[in-house]
């Protein structure tokens, strides 16, 4: 165990500062710069069928369901097709009706769960094409599905993931710069994705450096039992994740919400023993994240903030400040979740809990 552990006290942990070279194996060999588009092997599907494409499911379960999230916005914005995301669990029970060309992609790190596998098998028996995205070379779902995209993070062992998800998020990003690159996208801003995408695992190690500043705030927020996680747009899914990482390996209560859902709700649980983790980088909603930041500083709320490297403007609201690089809004999902791995994993730690076998939870759940 210790050969694997490679130093580090827990999976999780390993995993977490493997992010950088998980996310260049996802990138390798698949970014075209001479079409300034991204190339994939394994989809299966002629170039006439993807360019037909009108609509797409994107399904899964836990972690995976949160990449889904952020696919969501990721081929919206950046390719233009509608795209909807459903739990795989919802999905395999509904009969929604069948409409031309949609493609459904699972996506999923141990290609097992059995939501997942049925969800995909269901969509596939009612003639939609199926891809998957996944971890686990050859797995059921990967066997199931029509091709797919391998994310190649190689095995990750800590029940909660950390290194598939941003490999996850980082294929679905170079999957809407291949839709959009087949419809409207220019050539120029193709570049520029792929210029930006080369640079995310500097980036990712440069968030991976907060991890001693992120240690001091889980000591004083350890003993919390409820905490609220907020974002919007593209960090709304962060927020999500943000808050099933705590609960899962602290087991803290924790609620994620889109920022500004929180005046119809959330708001009320705001006192001084409830923190709320504000995920605020740069960005279109900048203003508006800020503002709610103010009304739950003027509750009494405890606000750490994961910021921009130069925000001047968080640290008059937030108690704690966690500074992450500039990407552009739509990589940020990739960069804003690293400190959010590492408070989870520190909390966990510090309250004595076993972190990469978390009580009650599975690594792949192969039953309904
Ligand atoms: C379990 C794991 C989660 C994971 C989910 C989906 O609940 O504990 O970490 O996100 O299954 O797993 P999959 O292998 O399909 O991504």
Not at 290 to 318: F, K, L, Y
Request: hydrophobic letters at 40%.
């Amino acid at each position: 165990d210790n050969v694997e552990l490679g130093g580090y006290e827990h999976y999780m942990l390993k995993e977490i500062h493997e992010q950088p070279e998980a996310l260049r194996n996802a990138m390798r060999g698949r970014l075209d710069e001479e079409n300034a588009t991204a190339v994939f092997g394994g989809l299966n599907l002629t170039p006439q069928q993807l360019r037909g494409i009108e609509r797409i499911t994107l399904t899964g379960c836990g972690t995976s369901w949160h990449s889904a999230l952020v696919g969501e916005y990721l081929i919206e914005e950046l390719a233009r097709i509608p795209v909807e995301v459903q739990y795989a669990s919802e999905l395999r029970y509904r009969n929604p009706p069948i409409e031309n060309n949609t493609l459904v992609f699972g996506i999923t790190q141990s290609g097992e769960t059995a939501d997942t596998l049925a969800a995909l098998r269901e969509t596939k028996r009612k003639g939609h094409r199926t891809l998957a995205i996944c971890n686990v070379v050859g797995s059921s779902i990967a066997q199931a599905a029509d091709g797919g995209v391998y994310l190649h993070a190689g095995p990750e062992i800590g029940v909660a993931s950390t290194k598939a998800y941003t490999s996850q998020c980082c294929v679905l990003t170079m999957l809407a710069l291949y839709f959009g690159r087949m419809r409207h996208m220019s050539f120029e801003r193709g570049q520029e994705i792929i210029e930006e995408l080369h640079r995310l695992p500097g980036a990712v190690q440069q968030a991976l450096s907060c991890d001693l500043q992120v240690r001091d705030v889980a000591a004083k927020y350890k003993d919390a039992t409820n905490v609220l996680y907020l974002g919007r747009q593209f960090n709304f899914p962060t927020a999500l994740e943000g808050a099933l990482k705590l609960k899962e390996i602290s087991y803290i209560h924790a609620e994620g919400y889109p920022a500004a859902e929180m005046k119809h709700g959330p708001i009320a649980l705001v006192d001084k023993a409830t923190p709320s983790v504000f995920i605020i980088p740069h960005g279109t909603t900048y203003d508006k994240v800020m503002a709610n930041m103010e009304e739950v500083r003027a509750r009494g709320g405890p606000i750490i903030a994961i910021a921009s490297h130069d925000d001047p403007q968080v640290d008059s609201v937030a108690d704690d400040v966690i500074r992450i690089p500039r990407v552009p809004e739509f990589l940020q999902p990739i960069v804003s979740v690293i400190p959010l791995q590492l408070l989870s994993y520190h909390v966990a730690l510090l309250r004595g809990c076993d972190v990469d076998k978390p009580r009650n939870l599975a690594k792949s759940v192969t039953v309904e």
